[in-house]
């Protein structure tokens, strides 16, 4: 079951929110200041794949300087986790095209298969 998730993390000062898929792998990330809300990180691991094929490494480079990185690993034991949330997909979908938005983009890098 794909999952929607939102936690704080207060070593960081963060709020981050997190698309899993059906085996609880993170598929897209979004994570915002706390105090004041803004972007730092809106990464797709479909995206960062997708460079990672077809890419340079500057390419792969900039993708990060501007979305950040996504989280590795599965979403697992965030039920016993304080601070955490299940959210619904649209929840997900406004901070995440918000913080496209902010980052520079609304939509996905440009396919750099040529």
């Given amino acids: 079951m794909v999952m929607w998730i939102r936690t704080y993390d207060e070593a960081r000062g963060l709020w981050q929110y997190f698309e899993g898929d ?41 993708y990060e300087q501007c979305y ?22 649209e929840e997900f979908e406004r901070a995440w095209l918000d913080a496209r938005r902010a980052l520079g983009a609304t939509a996905p890098p440009p396919d750099t298969d040529r």
């Fill in 68 to 89: 950040g990185v996504v989280a590795e690993g599965r979403l697992t034991g965030w039920e016993e986790a304080p601070s955490v949330d299940v959210i619904s997909a």
């Fill in 22 to 62: 059906e085996e609880g792998w993170v598929v897209r990330q979004v994570d915002l200041r706390g105090d004041d809300g803004s972007p730092v990180t809106a990464a797709s691991l479909e995206e960062v794949l997708r460079l990672q094929e077809r890419a340079d490494i500057a390419t792969m480079s900039r």
